[in-house]
């Protein structure tokens, strides 16, 4: 595999878990 596009993958994986801690954090501070 490419390794630019292996990079992007893990970076696209990492602002995903990123973004879902952040809801998840929003939730629970709301809730």
Do not use: F, K, N, P
Request: no cysteine; hydrophobic share 60%; glycine share 12%.
């Amino acid at each position: 595999m490419d390794i630019i596009l292996e990079m992007g993958i893990v970076a696209l994986m990492g602002a995903a878990a990123t973004v879902a801690g952040a809801a998840e954090d929003l939730e629970s501070d709301v809730g």
